[in-house]
């Protein structure tokens, strides 16, 4: 029998990292990469393989995977591109928010191309990325892209699944001689939705934990888990510091966050019934942080900080939802307020908000940045709290010369 075909849309971190690490040491799958960078993908078909080095955060044990035996498509190539779709059981996502338009359309298309060559095999599109309401915003977009008859074949062949792909992975340099090795830690499980379109008696892969709230354990995991994580991050950058062990070493700034972690953490259980965790949990989540064996660069951590800091993402999310629930996030907005004061000429999207504060002022580039609609209750509460706290944080840089 041939192998079930997965096209892992993504080659970078996640998309190597995490998918095609599992469906390679699952075995039995024919995998295929597909990303808008043309020297990677020539890079990686050229060497044929790559490593991932595994580590336990705790323990520092570490272990080995070669992958090898996989393709690769440049998706400028766009026959081929949705030729591998086409054919493909599985397609797993691992791009940023900025991809998802040309994702969806691709999508789109290869359901006009499943129904042109009349095949009805059942496709699952393994959705990744830290980003709430992942499934309905690919549903939409895919919908939007048919006529009323694709739109009737892809619901009858085609299902949406959100994952939540949660490895740490990071670009480990050299490995061997592995100009495409990667370093992230050892989970083992890919939780996605329950809501495959395979009939029964298929073979799902053993990873795949299976779960009906998968959408929600998004949502926590983007408001407290990245929420503490981007806290450390653009605090440290602020401060200088250049891994995420150093600021959570800086007691101040580890304390800091932990509480924005708390004040999100409440909000959860107060709108979804997500219980706060204990101190036991707590103290493992803050000792991987901590952890000498895997050193997160400050710089992954901040990059691209005017997605992390828009309405809905890892800060602006929790705080607006903490005003709702009652609760002031007053550590929430202060850990968000130094996305706005730290400027790296590497991170071309600092040098903008920079740019943008000194052109439009601290309000207006807060209300821009974040994507805040200040008609609505709670998103000017949270914009005057920003504001307040983005003055504070750099005070006197910005201080109207009225005031000094």
Request: aromatic share 8%.
């Amino acid at each position: 029998m041939e192998p079930e075909r997965v096209v892992i849309v993504g080659a970078g971190q996640t998309g190597r990292g995490m998918f095609g690490a599992l469906f390679f040491e699952e075995g039995g799958y024919r995998i295929t990469f597909a990303d808008t960078d043309s020297r990677l993908m020539d890079g990686l078909r050229e060497q044929g393989y790559y490593t991932v080095e595994e580590k336990d955060l705790l323990s520092g044990d570490v272990r080995r995977v070669r992958v090898s035996g996989f393709e690769c498509v440049d998706v400028h190539d766009r026959d081929a591109y949705l030729d591998a779709l086409a054919r493909a059981s599985y397609i797993a996502t691992a791009v940023f928010p900025e991809s998802f338009e040309d994702v969806a359309s691709v999508l789109a298309d290869m359901v006009r191309v499943r129904m042109e060559r009349g095949i009805d095999a059942p496709v699952a599109v393994i959705l990744g990325g830290n980003f709430v309401g992942l499934r309905a915003y690919f549903q939409k977009a895919i919908e939007g892209a048919l006529s009323d008859a694709e739109r009737a074949f892809a619901a009858a062949h085609m299902a949406l699944a959100t994952s939540k792909a949660n490895r740490k992975v990071v670009n480990a340099g050299t490995v061997d001689g592995d100009r495409f090795a990667l370093t992230g830690d050892n989970k083992s499980v890919l939780p996605v939705e329950d809501r495959l379109p395979f009939g029964a008696g298929h073979r799902c892969p053993s990873f795949f934990q299976l779960d009906s709230n998968v959408e929600l354990s998004m949502i926590e995991k983007i408001w407290s888990e990245n929420l503490i994580h981007c806290s450390l991050g653009f605090m440290g950058a602020c401060a200088g510091y250049e891994t995420v062990n150093e600021a959570i070493e800086d007691e101040r700034i580890g304390s800091l966050a932990l509480y924005a972690w708390h004040e999100g953490r409440r909000a959860l259980d107060s709108a979804y019934g997500i219980p706060i965790p204990d101190e036991a949990a707590i103290k493992v989540m803050m000792e991987k942080f901590d952890t000498p064996f895997f050193h997160d660069r400050i710089a992954r951590i901040v990059r691209q900080p005017k997605r992390k800091l828009k309405k809905g993402d890892r800060f602006l999310g929790p705080a607006i939802l903490c005003i709702k629930e009652g609760i002031v996030p007053y550590f929430i907005v202060r850990a968000a307020a130094h996305g706005f004061c730290y400027t790296d000429e590497q991170e071309p999207e600092s040098v903008e908000i920079a740019r943008l504060i000194e052109n439009e002022g601290v309000d207006e580039a807060v209300r821009i940045v974040c994507d805040l609609d200040l008609s609505v209750v709670e998103e000017r509460i949270a914009h005057e709290m920003l504001v307040d706290a983005v003055r504070e944080v750099a005070c006197p840089r910005w201080m109207p010369p009225a005031l000094r």
